[in-house]
C-alpha cells in the first residue's frame, strides 16, 4: 500500500507565509471562475449542467462533472473555464463572411471570439468571401470531387480538441470505405514517439500506471512535462503527493514556476500559503535529456545500485547497453546534456533511494528528432529498478488534450487500424472481413507529408476536422503555400480559425460542427491513464445547422460509395461503440457506457501488472542509446518553443499568468545577457536560414546557451525537414540573437 496524505497541515510545503501569495507571480483561479461566469451569464444553466455532468474537453485527466477518480473534491482549472466559452457562445451572423478582407488581419484568438459556425458556407476562386449553402450542396460537392479523383490524392486530419472516440472510429471508418488510408490525427504529433517507444521496449503503447500511483510513490520525475500550465488539475494530485511523502523532481530546461510552487484554489490550505512542488530541478540543455539520463543510468551501474535480479529475471538487451554507455566519456555527457556529472550522480541516488518511481513526459521529450529514443532512455532508466507493472511505479506520457489518447487506438491514423494494429495486407484483410469492404493495405499518408503533398500540387482534397497547420506546424509560409495549392479544402469546425481565410485555390467549404456534449446520445473519451468514460450528451441551446461529425463523415461516404451505405452506417452512438467493442479487443465493455458516470480502465490500474510483458519474448527490452553529437556554431543558442497562457495553439492571454512572460518573450539566462550586455525588455531579433523573430528578452532560470520563445510565434524558425522516425516535427532550432537598435 502507498503511504496516505497527512491529513493536518504540513507548514514545510508552503510556498509562502504571505496569506494567498500576496504579491507573487501566480494564476488568479478565482477570477478565472467569475470570467467564465460573466462570459457565460445569458446561458448559465446550461453552462453548470455542462460543469457538472460533462467530461472535461480540456486536458485528458478525465474528470467526469467536476469531479474524479483519483480524489475526493472538486477538480476544475482555468484551461476548463476557458473553453467554456466555446461551448455555451452563440452563432456569429454569416453575413460576417461575405467579404473575408477584414477578417484576415485578425489574429486566431479574435477569430474564436466572433461566435460558433452556424451553417454550412462556400467560397470559390476569385469571391471575396463565403455565402451560406445547404448541407446537401455541401456534401454532394465534396463527394463529387473525391468520386472524380483517386484515393491517394485524398487526405484527411483530426484535431484532439474535445474529439471523441466514436468520431474518431466512424471517420476511420468511412475515409478506409472511400479507399484511403491518408487520414491522421493529433496523436501523432504528441506522444507517436511514446507509443513507438513503449510498445518496442513494453509492448504497451500506452501509460503503464495510474494518476493515483503519483500519491505515496517515492519519486516523482517530470521531464520535458509542465504539468501545472498544461494540465492544471492534476496540481490537486501533486499537493497530496507531497503531504504522501512523496519527492517531486523536475529535468528539464527551464526551472519552470509552476512546478516549483503553485497556488491550489480547491484546498485551503494550499489556497492560503501555497504548495512547494519540486524539491530539486536538473536543468539540461534542449535536447540534453538523452545524454543527461545516460549519465544517471552509467553512475546507477558503476554503484551497483540497479535491481541485478529483476534485470536478470525479466529483461533483456541490459549488457548491450551497459556496453555502449562504457564508450560514452563524462566529458561528452556534460557537454551534451549540459549538466555535470555530479548532478547526474545526485539524480542517480535520488532513483536508487526510490523503491518506487513513476516518471512522466510530455513535448519536451517527443517532439524532437531523436523522439523515439528520448523516450526509449527514460524507459531504459524505469528499467534499471523495475520502477513498472506494480503499484507506485509507472511510465506515463501524459496526455494535454482529452480526446487524444483514442485518437490512435481507433485507428484514426495513417500507420495503424483500430486497436494499433500496423497497416499491413494481413491486418487488412481481417478487418475487410469484418467491416465487409475491402480496405486499402499500404500506410497513407501522415500529416507534415500531407502539407508536402499539398505544396507538390499532389493533393486534390484535404478535409480538416479541426486544427489549423499554418499555427502547428513549421514553416508557416510554406504550409500557406501548400493549403493555397488545394484544388478542395473542408474545414469541419466549430469555430473561424485562421487557416479557413487563406485563399482557395478553386473551393473552400466550412461546416458547422456541434461540440462533444451536443451529440445525441453521449460518446466517450479515453484518458491518458486508459480510463474510457461516457459523456452525456447535456440538454440545452443548439447552433443553427450544426451536426455531429461523426454524422458528417457517415453521410459523406454513403454519398461517394452508395454500394456500401448498408455497411458503414450507424443509427447512434450507442451502436458505433458496440462495433468499437468487436473490432478493439481492448475497448471491450465501451458498449456497456451509457449514462454519466460510467467508465472503466482498459488493462486495470497497471499494464506489464507481475512484469508480464507483451513482447515476442515476454521481456522488457533494453535498448542501447547514444545521443547524436551536436555543434552548435560559436555565438549560437539553442531555442526551444513553449506555451504560455493557451490550449495547444489557441492563445487566450498574452501574459502567462504563471510566468510572467508576454508572448514576444525571449527567455534567456541571465549570465549569457550579462555576456551580451542585454537587460530585461530589450528588443532583439532571433535568426536563421529559415526566418527571424523579432522579441523582448525576458532573463528566466534557463539552462545557458538556450533560449525560449512561444509557440506558434516560434515556427517561422523550424526546419519543416527534421522530423522523428514517427513523423513528429523537431520544435527546437539553432538561432543567432542580435539587438535591435
Known amino acids: 500500500m502507498l503511504p496516505k496524505p497527512k491529513e493536518y497541515w504540513t ?15 501566480y494564476p488568479n483561479n478565482y477570477w478565472e471562475v467569475f470570467r467564465a461566469i460573466w462570459l457565460s451569464r445569458h446561458k448559465l444553466p446550461y453552462t453548470w449542467k455542462i460543469l457538472n455532468r460533462g467530461v472535461c474537453d480540456g486536458c485528458a485527466l478525465g474528470t467526469t462533472g467536476m469531479k474524479d477518480w483519483t480524489l475526493d473534491g472538486i477538480h476544475l482549472c482555468n484551461v476548463r473555464l476557458r473553453l467554456l466559452q466555446m461551448n455555451t457562445m452563440p452563432a456569429f451572423d454569416p453575413h460576417l463572411l461575405q467579404d473575408v478582407s477584414q477578417l484576415q488581419t485578425l489574429k486566431s484568438s479574435q477569430l474564436r471570439n466572433l461566435g460558433r459556425l452556424p451553417y454550412p458556407m462556400m467560397r470559390q476562386h476569385g469571391e471575396k468571401g463565403f455565402r451560406r449553402v445547404s448541407w446537401d450542396e455541401a456534401l454532394d460537392l465534396i463527394a463529387s470531387r473525391i468520386r472524380a479523383t483517386t484515393p491517394d490524392r485524398l487526405s484527411f486530419y483530426i484535431t484532439s480538441r474535445g474529439t471523441v472516440n466514436e468520431t474518431y472510429y466512424t471517420t476511420q471508418k468511412a475515409v478506409r470505405a472511400m479507399g484511403c488510408n491518408n487520414i491522421d490525427n493529433a496523436a501523432r504529433i504528441c506522444h507517436s514517439p511514446s507509443t513507438a517507444g513503449l510498445k518496442s521496449s513494453l509492448g504497451a503503447g500506452a501509460t503503464t500506471c495510474s494518476y493515483k500511483d503519483w500519491i505515496g510513490t517515492d519519486l516523482l520525475v517530470f521531464i520535458g512535462s509542465n504539468v501545472a500550465n498544461n494540465q492544471p488539475v492534476t496540481v490537486k494530485y501533486l499537493h497530496y503527493a507531497k503531504k504522501a511523502g512523496t519527492k517531486i523532481v523536475v529535468i528539464n530546461t527551464y526551472r519552470e514556476p509552476g512546478m516549483e510552487r503553485y497556488w491550489v484554489p480547491s ?33 546507477l551501474i558503476a554503484y551497483g545500485w540497479v535491481d541485478q535480479s529483476f534485470i536478470d529475471s525479466y529483461t533483456t538487451g541490459f549488457a548491450e547497453l551497459k556496453a555502449s554507455l562504457e564508450q560514452q566519456s563524462w566529458e561528452e555527457l556534460e557537454r551534451l546534456s549540459g549538466a555535470s556529472r555530479y548532478d547526474m550522480h545526485a539524480f542517480a541516488q535520488m532513483v536508487a533511494a526510490a523503491n518506487k518511481a513513476v516518471f512522466v513526459w510530455s513535448m519536451g521529450i517527443t517532439q524532437h528528432e531523436c523522439g523515439e529514443d528520448n523516450v526509449r532512455s527514460i524507459i531504459n532508466l524505469a528499467l534499471t529498478k523495475g520502477f513498472v507493472g506494480r503499484e507506485g511505479c509507472g511510465l506515463m506520457p501524459i496526455r494535454g488534450h482529452s ?44 500529416a507534415p507529408q500531407m502539407i508536402d503533398a499539398a505544396y507538390d500540387k499532389q493533393l486534390d482534397v484535404l478535409f480538416s476536422v479541426g486544427g489549423n497547420f499554418l ?18 479544402r473542408v474545414h469541419l469546425d466549430i469555430v473561424l480559425s485562421s487557416q479557413m481565410l487563406v485563399e482557395p485555390a478553386d473551393t473552400v467549404v466550412l461546416l458547422p460542427a456541434t461540440t462533444r456534449y451536443e451529440v445525441p446520445g453521449g460518446v466517450t473519451e479515453t484518458t ?16 443553427g445547422e450544426a451536426q455531429p461529425e461523426w454524422e458528417v463523415f457517415i453521410e459523406l461516404a454513403k454519398r461517394v460509395r452508395p454500394d456500401l451505405a448498408e455497411k458503414i452506417d450507424f443509427q447512434n452512438t450507442a451502436a458505433i461503440r458496440q462495433e468499437i467493442a468487436q473490432v478493439v479487443p481492448l475497448y471491450a465493455g465501451i458498449q456497456h457506457l451509457q449514462q454519466a458516470g ?34 552548435i ?19 487566450q492571454e498574452r501574459k502567462d499568468a504563471i510566468t510572467g512572460a508576454f508572448r514576444e518573450a525571449v527567455l534567456i539566462n541571465g549570465a549569457d545577457a550579462a555576456k551580451l550586455n542585454l537587460q530585461d525588455g530589450d528588443e532583439v531579433i532571433l535568426q536563421n536560414e529559415l526566418g527571424e523573430l523579432p522579441g523582448k528578452i525576458y532573463i528566466a532560470p534557463i539552462q545557458r546557451g538556450n533560449l525560449q520563445v512561444h509557440w506558434p510565434e516560434g515556427n517561422v524558425l523550424l526546419d519543416k525537414s527534421k522530423r522523428s522516425l514517427e513523423g513528429v516535427p523537431d520544435y527546437n532550432a539553432v538561432v543567432r540573437l542580435e539587438k535591435r537598435n
Not at 514553416?475 to 493549403?483: H, I, Q, S, W
Request: charged share 15%.
Open 11 to 25: 507548514p514545510q510545503h508552503w510556498a509562502s507565509w504571505k496569506p494567498f501569495g500576496i504579491g507573487e507571480q
Open 267 to 299: 484546498i485551503i490550505e494550499s489556497a492560503l500559503f501555497g504548495t512547494k512542488f519540486a524539491e530539486d530541478f536538473f536543468l539540461v540543455n534542449t535536447g540534453g535529456d538523452m545524454a543527461f539520463l545516460n549519465g544517471t543510468i552509467k553512475h
Open 403 to 446: 480526446g487524444v489518447q483514442g485518437g490512435a487506438e481507433m485507428g484514426c491514423y495513417a500507420t495503424v487500424f483500430p486497436g494499433g494494429k500496423p497497416i499491413n495486407p494481413e491486418n487488412a484483410a481481417h478487418l475487410s472481413q469484418q467491416w465487409g469492404f475491402e480496405v486499402p493495405s499500404t500506410t497513407g499518408l501522415i
Open 471 to 488: 499555427e502547428v506546424l513549421p514553416e508557416p509560409d510554406y504550409v500557406e503555400g501548400a493549403l493555397q495549392n488545394l484544388p478542395l
Open 528 to 543: 491518458t491513464e486508459r480510463r474510457i468514460i461516457f459523456s452525456p450528451e447535456i440538454p440545452g441551446p443548439r447552433i
Open 598 to 631: 460510467d467508465q472503466f480502465q482498459y488493462g486495470g490500474s497497471h499494464l506489464c501488472f507481475g512484469w508480464n510483458f507483451a513482447t515476442p519474448d515476454g521481456k522488457a527490452h533494453f535498448t542501447p542509446l547514444s545521443p547524436a553529437v551536436k555543434k
Open 633 to 651: 556554431p560559436e555565438g549560437c543558442f539553442l531555442v526551444s518553443t513553449r506555451r504560455g497562457k493557451q490550449f495547444n495553439s489557441m492563445v
